[in-house]
Every structure is written in C-alpha cells, then in structure tokens.
C-alpha cells in the first residue's frame, strides 16, 4: 500500500503544511498516514523529525545534513495501555528554552543552556495521552515522555519501546551490562566492567544484556554521537541499552529481576501525570562536544536546596596502597599529618573503621583533623539485605532510623561526608535508596559518594550534596589485577570520552608507588610513568579526588611535584577538548580561574611524540611536567608559539601536564 504524508516542518519555530489540508486529508482516508514533525538545534545544524507511522511513533536525528540515527521507535507499555501502537496525533507545540546556571562542583561552572523543545502530543484508544518532549540545543538531543490520563491516577511503566538504530557504517565504544549478583559478594552489577573499542555495531554483549550508559559511537566519516540518560530519581529506574540487533537497533532495557538482591519491582510506578528520565544524544564532528556537553543538568532541576556550601577538594586515602591494615589509630593520624603537608582538604577513612578504631576514637581522630583544617570523610556499606558484603559498618544506611541516629552523630563530631559503597542495581527502590541517603545526607550537612554503584543520572544539579560516584574500573582494580594494571594508560585514553563527560567520576588517581602494597616488595606492579599519574590529577574529574598517595612518597618525589600537587585544582570553570581517540591517546584542557592546566597521555607500548593545537594559550610560557626515561618526572618550561601548537614526547605508559 502507498504511502501518504501530512508533513509538518518547523524551523525557527515556524509551521508550515507540506500539503494542503483537504488534500491531505482525502490522502488520510484512501490509505495510511505518516506524520512528521521536525525540530531544528538554534545553529540549524542538528535536526531531529518525529514521526507517526501507521500509529507507530519514530524519530531520527541528523546533523548538517547526515543521519546519525535512523528512524528509530518511540513509545512506552504500561498498566493503562499501550503508548508505541495505534496511537493518533493530537498535534505539536513549539518553543525557545534558555538557562543560565552554576555547577559549584563541575567540569565547568557557567553553564548558557539554549535549545529548541518540540513537544508532541498522542493519544491512544482510551484516548490518554503521551507527550514526547524533545530539546534540541547545537550540541545535543534530550527526550523524555508524559504520560497523563482522564480518569486514572497511576500508572506502571511495563517497558519503554525506545529504541536508537544506528548507522551499519558505525564503531561502538562500549561496557557491557553485568548480571545481577556477580563478583565481589554478589554485588553487581556496578559498572565495573571494560569497554569494548571500536566495536562493529550489531555486536551483542558477551553478557547477554546489552551495555551500559553511556555508549560512544563514531558514526562514519560523520563524526561521533554518545548516548546516555538523565534525570534519574526516586521516581524512575535506571535504564540501558539492549543487546542489538543484526541491523543495529538498540532498544532501552529495564533493570533485572534479580538486581539487587530481587529487592523491589523491575518495573516503574508513579502517580499520574508522569514524566520519566531523559535519553540524551550528544553529537559532534570532532569529540569535542562529547567532552563539553552538559547535557545531563542542562535538562534537569535541583530538587532541593543545598543546606550549606559544600566544599570540593582533595583527600588522602590509606587504603589504596596499604588496605584493610591500614584501618588504624596510628595510621590514620599518618594520612592525616599528610594531608595537612599537601594543603589537602580531607582524609578518607575507609571499610572497618568501626571495628578497628571505633567511635570513640573516631571523635578524637575527626577533631585532631579539624586542628590540621583537614576534613574526615567515613566509608559505609550501602546493605540491608541486597549483597553479602561482610565489610563494615553496616545497616547504618539502609533504613530512615538508622540513617538518623548516624547521621547526627556524625554530625555531632564534625565529619564532612560519607562513601557509601556496594549498591548493586538500578530498580525504581534503589533509586529511591540514593536519594533518600542523600536527602537526609543534606539535612546533616554532609557530603556524599558512591561506590559500587551505578551511573549518576543528572545528580550533580539535582542533589547539591552529591559529589561524585564510582561507577566505573576504578583505580582499587589495579590492587585486585595485575591485567587490569597493564591496561590503566589504556583506560585512561577511554574514560575521559565516553564515562566521564556525563557525571563526575571518582577514580582514585595519583598513585606514584611502584607496587600496591605498604612494603613495596610484593602486589601487583604499576606499568605507568609518575607524570602519567599527574595528569590523571587533571584528566581525571571529580570535586572530591582522593589521591593514591602514601607518606614515603613525599621524601621520594621533587619539591616541584609536590608544589604541583598542593595546587591542582579539582573543580574547573572550563573543560575543552584537545585531542584525542578512545583507546589510543586523549588530551583534555581544563581552567580554573585564570590558569589552565592541559593533561596528556597514550595507550602505546612505545615512546609517542604528541603534537596538539592550543590556540586559546598561543603566546604563552607554561610550565611542562614531562616523562623521564626512567619513569620519572622533569620540569621545562615551554612557549606556545603563534600557531598554538604543542609538541611533547611521551614514554610508554606515560603523560604530560602543562600548566600555568
């Protein structure tokens, strides 16, 4: 049967029709209909057409003129009907969104959010209603749905049919989905696993479960595209992507039964009218839209206000390289006296402290930090009864009584924040187990991070105490794997690209011990260089960064490493792209203030000269912390000359840091 379209353009906020109506309207009743509405970004470039097919809702997505994603399917299934079949248009609105807002703990603090929203509207039999609300800015596409109803109240979201189908010609750049109760004491999945590089799209996960968010895809000669979601709170779940099909069609995937221990249901239910998360499309050229977006708070809202100013900084941290051990009086004093020397702002106390120093102690330890202007930061286990986690403490967060009684105590000695760790899972009760610890973690004034968990989704602006989250193999994966040590200076040419442009990311950088254990003669070896380990400082973003440094480093090292680490900011007013390709090299600049500090390094097992283009600094002499043969580090200072260009040597496994 042929085809006819009622086509409805919209550039610049105009409608036109593309038939006449009378004509269209006849066509509508010899046979089906297909109608299209287009929404354009604010440069014209990206443009993005939702379409109804024979009652089935699609959408595509191009920029300057090329597909980067092919008519894919929209929709939801819920408990009042279907909303990705047999649905009729009900018409479209149109209008122009501006933003201006701060992240105080961002890769960028100004943020100008400008984009184009396309809302249109379907109705099924029943004749409720389903909104897709679609924000088209000059970098990104954000969609989210509306659910509402005439006489229903509630509604259970069975599964959303969204789908992306991408370009055949495209590479993926991937990690795969973990099943629910695998690893460590049955605590994944957590977002712990590697990513697949340059992968044909098509290829299923070796999981059987598709792939996590985000997903990084080089769509041909046209350029790059990330996916992702946004928006996540107690009233949703977090999603993923499918296991593909041949033709490359990704379709969005609720949690297992089996996360979190078989707590709570896979499904999704709220109250009536309902809006669900955001999928966001990040599109670009080059990767540098990718490493700039802000698209996971652009869309997004606080949903409370912060209860006091909550201070980023840097922290020491025995555990990385003495572990469990180290859980002690004496040696926390240690990392303490340390942090202190360096200028950091905190010292994480990590698993056990309860048993090996307990709390009265722990009063003791909070105010001697206080003396030295060093805040203390407790690790928690997130439990009740979704892993088998023994590490203490435990059951302090899993309730609202609990959580009281800990928090005010925590309170009362003057601890600044909290690591909550092994959560295992994205169902609707674990969002709300997230939010509510920091909700209550607001109410006391302290700050949060999560470990062993999943992607945050937006947290950063809609919960002003969250800090930074886990949420990928982070730095702990070089103690437990010798192979997983081999591979960081690889990691680290990925992680910038496709985990950390959408959420703060708490790696654990800076370890300039050679092995990871306390006496240096066993463990697992470091393959990196020690100014590979000073660009991860940089590289790396996260308000809260807890270095891997222990106190025979500080005898070991220059004075000037030392300086550089006293002053490396950890939250930036600006973040730029460079250069770079996942799994091969990244260089990423980042500002604070005036000064800015450009991070390099390389997944070669050979010596690699970089060269690389910083126009903004053209002119300028910048101090450059280098490779030595010997894996060590040296100070030059180098001139950008007129045409913006950098040129730089790296060792195997190693990096570079300019800075002002």
Known sequence: MRMSYNVIEVFAGKRRAGLPGLLAALLTCWCGTAVAEKATSPDGLIAVQIELMDGRPTFQISRNGAVFLEPSPLGLETSIGSFSS????????????????????????????????????????????????????????AFAYRLSSKDRTHVVIQREATGFRIPKDAKAFVSPQARAGGGF?????????????????????????????????????????????????????????????????????????????????????????????????????????????????????????????????????????????SMNLDDQRKFVEMAARMGFEYILVDALWDKNIGREKMASLVKEAASHSVGVLLWYNSNGSWNDAPQTPLHCMDTAPARMREMSWMKSIGVKGIKVDFFGGDKQTTMKLYEDILTDANAFGLMVNFHGTTLPRGWERMYPNHMTSEAVTASEN??????????????????????????????????????????????????????????????????????????????????????????????????????????????????????????????????????????FLK??????????????????????????????????????????
């Open 478 to 615: 070089l103690v437990f794997s010798q192979g997983f040590a081999d591979r960081e200076a690889f990691n680290s040419t990925v992680f910038p690209f496709v985990r950390n442009p959408v959420a703060a990311m708490d790696y654990g950088p800076v370890i300039l011990s050679r092995r990871f254990a306390r006496d240096g003669s066993r463990g697992t070896l470091r393959r990196t260089t020690d100014t590979f380990q000073l660009a991860t400082a940089v590289l790396y973003q996260s308000p809260l960064q807890h270095f891997g440094l222990v106190p025979d480093n500080l005898a070991e090292q220059p004075k000037f490493v030392l300086d550089f680490l006293k002053k490396v900011p950890c939250v930036w007013d600006e973040t730029r792209y460079v250069d770079g390709y996942p799994g091969q090299f990244a260089v990423i600049a980042r500002r604070s203030g005036g000064r800015w500090y450009v991070a390099a390094t390389h997944a070669g097992k050979e010596q690699r000269e970089l060269s690389f283009s910083l126009p």
């Open 185 to 325: 004491a049955a605590t994944k999945p957590s977002y712990e696993e590697g990513y697949l590089i340059d992968e044909p799209v098509g290829k299923k996960s070796g999981s059987g479960l598709g792939f996590t968010f985000p997903a990084l895809f080089r769509v041909g000669s046209s350029g790059w595209m990330l996916l992702s979601e946004t928006g996540v709170s107690s009233g949703y779940a977090g999603t993923r992507l499918s296991d593909p099909t041949p033709e490359g069609l990704y379709s969005i995937a609720f949690p297992e039964p089996a996360e979190n221990g078989g707590s709570g249901d896979a499904t999704v239910n709220g109250a009536l009218p309902f809006l669900t998360s955001w999928k966001t499309l990040t599109l670009g050229s080059s990767l540098a839209p990718i490493v700039e977006t802000t698209v996971s708070t652009d869309v997004v809202k606080p949903l409370y206000p912060a209860s006091q100013d909550y201070r980023p900084g840097r922290a020491s941290w025995s555990w990385l390289i003495w572990q469990d051990p």
């Open 86 to 141: 047999d649905l009729k248009d009900a018409g479209v609105s149109f209008k122009d969104l501006g933003d201006d807002y701060e992240l105080p703990h961002g890769k960028v603090r100004k943020v100008h959010y400008a984009a184009r929203e396309m809302t249109s509207r379907f109705t099924n039999a029943k004749g409720d209603s389903m909104d897709v609300i679609c924000r088209v800015s000059n970098r990104d596409v």
């Open 619 to 660: 002119g300028k002499a910048l101090q450059l912390l280098s490779d030595t043969p010997s894996g060590g580090t040296e100070l030059s200072t180098v001139r950008i000359g007129d045409d913006g260009m950098v040129r730089c040597k790296l060792e195997a496994g190693g990096g570079a840091v300019l800075f002002e």
